[in-house]
Nanobody, 115 residues
Framework: QVQLVESGGGLVQAGGSLRLSCAASRSIFSFNAMGWYRQAPGKQRELVAR???????NYADSVKGRFTISRDNAKNMVYLQMNSLKPEDTAVYYCCGMTVMRDYWGQGTQVTVSS
C-alpha cells in the first residue's frame, strides 16, 4: 500500500512563505511524476505543480514565479516552496503520485493565507 503524507501547511499572512513536504512510502522513482494539487472550498481540485521522474516541471499559471516544486530522490520526498502567498492560495493541498495505472493521494494539508 502506497502512502503519501503531507506536512507543512498552516496559517500565514499574505506575502509570506510556506514549504510543503510530501513523504512517500516507496521510491518516488516508481512514479512517472509527482504533483501538488489544491482544492479550495466550493471549487474543483486543480493541479498546482508537477515534476516528472526526469525532473521536468510545470506549473499552474496562477503560481508561476511564486511556487517551486522539487524532489529529493534519496529521501523519497517532494516539496512545494510557496512564496509571495496570496489569500486566493488558501486551499487544502494534496500530494499526488502518478503512475500509468492510477494516481495515489495523500490526505491533504490546509494552507490558509490571511489578508
Amino acid at each position: 500500500q502506497v502512502q503519501l503524507v503531507e506536512s507543512g501547511g498552516g496559517l500565514v499572512q499574505a506575502g509570506g512563505s510556506l514549504r510543503l513536504s510530501c513523504a512517500a512510502s516507496r521510491s518516488i522513482f516508481s512514479f512517472n511524476a509527482m504533483g501538488w494539487y489544491r482544492q479550495a472550498p466550493g471549487k474543483q481540485r486543480e493541479l498546482v505543480a508537477r515534476i516528472t521522474s526526469g525532473g521536468s516541471t510545470n506549473y499552474a499559471d496562477s503560481v508561476k514565479g511564486r511556487f517551486t516544486i522539487s524532489r529529493d530522490n534519496a529521501k523519497n520526498m517532494v516539496y512545494l516552496q510557496m512564496n509571495s502567498l496570496k489569500p486566493e492560495d488558501t486551499a487544502v493541498y494534496y500530494c499526488c503520485g502518478m503512475t500509468v495505472m492510477r494516481d495515489y493521494w495523500g490526505q491533504g494539508t490546509q494552507v490558509t493565507v490571511s489578508s
